[in-house]
């Protein structure tokens, strides 16, 4: 029972819990003392170290660690502790309840050594996440939070049911990979964990709901749904070729909208998908390289991205717009915040010396050495796109871009400046010694960033694509537009889908009601004196309370018998 509450999610969940008992002012500092403490646990266990417990017939093993598991759950841990750190002066018990919760049940993703504690801490970080969105108490928050939990039900359900095929046809439900066999078990789970993961089609929730959260539930946000999956992909998905594409053309299409949309969270929300493509695209690959390559991008990736939603919700927070086209001139009024972002902003574009040059180039490099050079090219376009969308465009027209912008501008709480210095600090740290993260990761292959071709190829590209930016900055100037995405489909096709569904299915069933009325009255009507119809030869004046003792005796084994039989059939 002990070891059950030393798990690292069941920690933070736990912490949930007792922050609900604390009085308002101690709930922020209690808040980061339960990933320090799930983080000392992650650290400490050895690799190999499994808890277990019994449910019903099932024997669990809740936590299982090895190098994948505990990488996960440091940067899980460290990003819980930072964004706790930036929401330190939020007071609203429900954020602060469900961001623990939500961080804790990534936790329990990724430690979980069989699937169904899998998917019991995949439905609570859904339902926990959920109120993120819902916590910013308007219409727009409330419908986009809706989209997103059916979306995220659906993929649940998916998975689950995944899982109970899985377990039909082999008797495991062990976390373990999975040949590249397309059973329908197979199928329904890697559909449900590629919803989590926003792979295109099923991407939409990402782009609709994070831009909608809270400013501090967007930055949980942008760290744990995507990568959790990411960490499940690698896990039981390693060398599914179809995740090849699948992430290439993620890479791509997240890039286009990101240059595309006017608003700085959707253009973070889209180029979630575009980093995570990446790293969808290595677990495909599947070579050592090209695993460590997509573990390396996702730990990177939810420092700087997180730093990034950090530093755009701190421009919103002090200007109440996060529309590029009332921003601009921002410059002088937040000069450390501009110094913060471009810290993000030149660490996802693999800038050298930032910790997404350490990471991407991996990935790049692993198809490279694969000798897929159409997913190297696609990759490669795709980083041309994020210098330009999120190195440049976002920056430029938020901070600079108008110099007679009078935008009032609330001064920020030191602690929004403390967690974006400590996201900012790990970003530069990891650019400068790879070391401290490669140590960590998972798989057997050797790799160095700082090599001479790496270095010169990063930089031209760069410097190509800000003469292309300088060149065409004003088609990409901030304005109010709405980019559609393949979720117009779905809209579209909504009213119909509730006529056949809905109603078609509401109606259906009033009519079975209604006839089952009806015959209850017939047969009401007709047994009322069965006698009548039994014997036409009776007298119809000989009424049922006349009846002798035999007749009612036989009338009532008839009536048994059918309660017996009806009872039997139904159950």
Not at 137 to 150: C, F, H, P, T, V
């Amino acid at each position: 029972m002990i070891e059950l509450l030393t798990i690292p999610g069941v920690i933070l969940i736990i912490g949930a819990v007792l922050l609900a008992l604390l009085p308002e002012k101690f709930r922020s500092s209690a808040f980061l003392l339960f990933p320090i403490a799930a983080l000392a646990f992650v650290i400490t266990r050895p690799d190999g170290y499994s808890v277990t417990a019994s449910l019903g017939n099932f024997e669990l093993i809740v936590m299982e660690v090895d190098a994948l598991s505990r990488v996960f759950g440091i940067i899980f841990a460290i990003t819980a502790f930072v964004a706790g750190t930036y929401a330190w002066h939020i007071k609203d018990l429900g954020q602060q309840v469900n961001a623990l919760v939500y961080a804790g049940s990534a936790l329990g993703v990724t430690f979980a050594g069989d699937l169904l504690t899998l998917i019991i801490f995949w439905e609570l970080m859904a339902v926990s996440s959920t109120w993120l969105i819902w916590a910013n108490r308007n219409e727009a928050s409330d419908k986009a939070g809706m989209r997103y939990l059916i979306y995220h039900v659906l993929g649940g359900g998916l998975l689950l049911g995944g899982i109970l095929w899985h377990y039909m046809d082999t008797g495991s439900l062990l976390v373990e990979s999975l040949a590249q066999e397309y059973t329908i078990g197979n199928v329904m789970m890697l559909i449900g964990v590629s919803i989590n993961a926003a792979v295109i089609p099923l991407h939409t929730w990402l782009a609709d709901a994070y831009p909608k959260a809270t400013v501090t539930g967007a930055v949980f946000m942008s760290a744990f749904t995507t990568k959790s999956a990411v960490y499940v992909l690698i896990r039981v998905f390693p060398g599914w070729e179809l995740l090849i594409w699948f992430g290439a053309a993620m890479a791509i299409y997240g890039v286009v909208y990101a240059v595309i949309c006017k608003d700085i969270r959707e253009i973070l929300a889209y180029h979630i998908i575009s980093q995570v493509g990446f790293m969808v695209c290595g677990i495909g690959i599947g070579t050592d390289l090209a695993l460590n390559g997509a573990t390396a991008h996702a730990y990177s990736h939810i420092l700087y991205k997180s730093l990034l939603f950090m530093s755009t919700g701190a421009v919103l927070y002090a200007t109440g717009t996060s529309k590029l086209v009332h921003l601009g001139g921002l410059a002088k009024k937040m000069p450390y915040v501009l110094g913060l972002y471009l810290v993000g902003g030149f660490s996802i574009s693999g800038l050298p010396l930032f910790n997404g040059y350490i990471s991407k180039s991996m990935t790049i490099s692993a198809a490279g050495y694969a000798h897929n050079e159409a997913a190297m090219l696609m990759l490669l376009f795709a980083s041309v796109g994020t210098f330009l969308s999120v190195g440049l465009k976002l920056p430029y027209y938020t901070w600079f871009g108008k110099e007679d912008n009078d935008i009032e501008v609330k001064p920020l709480p030191k602690n929004m400046y403390i967690g974006m210095g400590m996201a900012a600090f790990a970003c530069i740290f990891y650019g400068l010694y790879p070391q401290a993260l490669y140590m960590y990761l998972p798989f057997d292959a050797d790799y160095n960033p700082f090599t001479i071709y790496h270095f010169v190829e990063v930089t031209q590209i760069s410097l190509m694509t800000f003469a292309g930016f300088w060149l065409l900055r004003k088609k990409l100037a901030g304005e109010l537009i709405i980019a559609l995405d393949v979720d117009w489909f779905y809209r579209k096709a909504t009213p119909a889908a509730r006529r056949v569904f809905v109603h078609g299915v509401d109606n259906f069933y009033d009519r079975v009601e209604e006839k089952i009325w009806d015959i209850a009255g017939f047969l009401t009507k007709k047994f009322k004196n069965p006698m009548l119809w039994l014997n036409p030869f009776t007298d119809r004046k000989n009424v049922a309370s006349r009846y002798s003792p035999s007749m009612e005796v036989i009338m009532s084994f008839i009536l048994f018998t059918i309660l017996v039989f009806s009872l039997v059939y139904l159950t």
